[in-house]
């Protein structure tokens, strides 16, 4: 939701220079170099997230005060929910979280704000990935405007893993036009109130995720990423195996075999 604020002051982003990728994208390619994923089921790393997003929500005041100083609700709990760590040089900078919103589960924050437009389609055959819950730490930020990028690289990752055409999102008025320039994403449903314990309202928004790839890659090529990572990422491990602690971007194999 805040990822507006964090890109602010990047120009240029994916307007092709000198070797046809632009400047820009070539900084967030070399902070990626320096980033892990970690996804957050349980333990520290779970209450860590929840915790940074309370601190961003607070600032930002899109949710009351709270004893636990903690942002959870029962989406986080659902079968088709996962939630992940954005890390820089081992230092937590931001989190997300995923749905991946089907017939077999068709609960997400998305469908709960907007059944009529959703939940027909989902019975028609659709699928979507729904990120919420995008959360950055304010000082990282200023250090790295580029971490809306390095985080919402999660959602496109998901749409090519499962398969699912489209990446719905409900977004703030004053955010949409992040969205529009970097996804080409397009208003599909009316300002409504966001629900749960976040004070705002939304206008749903779709980018149509699988249509945009070849595009989406040229102007950011640190939106690639390999079947492995893709499987490592969102992946269940066999029975009695556990998952990988912390997961490596593999965006830079492409340019190096370029």
């Known amino acids: 939701m805040d990822a507006k604020a964090a890109a602010d002051g990047q120009p240029n982003d994916g307007q092709a220079v000198g070797d046809n990728v632009s400047a820009f994208a070539r900084n967030v390619s070399a902070l ?56 820089i040089d081992g230092h937590l900078v931001s989190t997300i979280r995923l749905h991946h919103v089907s017939a077999e589960c068709p609960q997400s924050p998305s469908t709960s704000v907007y059944p009529d437009i959703l939940l027909p389609r989902i019975a028609a055959g659709d699928s979507f990935i729904d990120p919420s819950r995008f959360a950055a730490d304010r000082e990282w930020s200023r250090i790295f405007p580029q971490i809306p990028y390095l985080t919402l690289r999660l959602a496109g990752m ?59 890659f040229k102007r950011f090529p640190f939106f690639r990423s390999t079947p492995m990572e893709q499987r490592l990422m969102f992946g269940t491990p066999p029975q009695g195996e556990l998952g990988p602690l912390t997961i490596l971007p593999t965006a830079k194999y492409f340019r190096n075999a370029a």
């Open 32 to 87: 990626l170099e320096r980033t892990e994923y970690r996804r957050c089921d349980k333990g520290e790393d779970l209450e860590d997230i929840y915790r940074l997003r309370y601190a961003s929500y607070r600032l930002a005041d899109l949710v009351a005060e709270n004893p636990d100083h903690i942002v959870h609700d029962p989406f986080d709990d659902l079968p088709n929910c996962q939630r992940f760590g954005v890390y």
């Open 158 to 216: 998901a749409c090519f893993h499962f398969n699912a055409p489209y990446c719905i999102s409900m977004i703030r008025e004053d955010h949409a036009a992040f969205y529009k320039r970097i996804y080409h994403s397009r208003p599909i449903g009316d300002e409504r109130p966001y629900g749960g314990v976040i004070n705002c309202f939304a206008l749903l928004y779709q980018a149509d995720v699988l249509a945009i790839q070849e595009e989406s």
